[in-house]
């Protein structure tokens, strides 16, 4: 297990995507984004990814250099196509002309399709919580392979159409919700199998339909995740069967599975201007109240006490930034045979 300076990492996935294709700009973009989901602590959507992009751009999934095409636009709507540019460039461009459009407009809402890979989805309402408004951003894969059993049901067919939602608050850490509407994200078994780890029961089904701890049977032999809510797994399919709707069908992507395989990130984002509502100094005067509130609950036997939603994101950040970020021995080497591949192992340290 290597462990990396949060920078130092950054910079090997910006010079990897850069040497596969990418812009310097977007190479940069998609290395944050990476590794601020390391930082916070999703090392599922961290720079395990890089390699996985890499491929993509050399199948030509992912078109370096794509168009930003507005499709159809009001004074608060917008449909854009990102020609199959990198998710994490043409969701961060939708997401702040949402965000322009609510400053003058009140509200907005935004769909996007034909983007590959968004990565983890909080940052997207983030950037609207740090302009005083209440963000929303929800995701679902297209018509690529899907990993959601429905409810009840033991093949896949939904994504793990996850949910963020961040509001502006008088707090250290920002005040937002980021979840998957599966009991796990996908990559989270992905990790799981690079560490050779077990994964814990309720996670997955195999093709069979019976609960499984071994990640290969999601990976490599035909099994599904299962949605949020174990028992109660209703619920979270539900959910996922409406943010495919929002993200799918209202974006125009439809729903079901392609034969190429190419993935296809539908996003639906929307943003609230807090002062058409109330003065924004009070909203986030009182967010921070509440947050102080629930964190006052006396805590179970056993638990450490009561964290509000984005909490535990932020104490996981200042670590990782005075500690390094932990990588694993399988994506670690990913990186150097990349490195290798594009003849620019010395400049980073990866020889």
Known sequence: ???????????IGAALLAAAGASPEEAECVAKGCVSANLVGHD?????????????????????GAPFTVVRESATTTVIDGNWGFGFVVNERAMRLTIEKARSANVAATTVFRQSH??????YPL?????????????????????????????????TNPIAIAVPADLEAPFYLDMATSAVAHGKVSLAASRGQAIPEGWVVDRDGKATTDPMALLKQGGALLPLGASEGYKGS?????????????????????????HNDGCFLAVFKVEAFRPLAEFKREVAEFARYLKATP?????AGVFYPG??????????????????DATWNKLRSLAARYDIAASLGLT
């Open 238 to 262: 539900g959910l996922a069967a409406m943010v495919e709707i929002l993200c799918g069908l209202l974006a125009g992507l439809g729903f079901g599975v392609e034969p190429t395989g190419r």
């Open 127 to 159: 950037l609207a919580a740090a302009e005083g408004m209440i963000g929303i951003a929800t995701a679902d894969s297209g018509r690529s392979p899907k990993v959601v059993a429905p409810f009840g049901g033991r093949e896949a067919r939904l994504g």
């Open 44 to 64: 599922s959507h961290g720079i395990i990814l890089v390699p996985t992009y890499i491929e993509r751009i050399g199948k030509g999934h992912i078109v370096p």
């Open 299 to 303: 805590p179970a036997q056993g638990s």
């Open 118 to 123: 968004v990565g983890r989805l909080g940052p």
């Open 1 to 11: 297990m290597a462990i990396v300076d949060a920078e130092r990492l950054t910079r």
């Open 311 to 328: 909490e535990i994101e932020h104490i996981r950040e200042q670590e990782r930034r005075r500690s390094g970020i932990d990588v694993e």
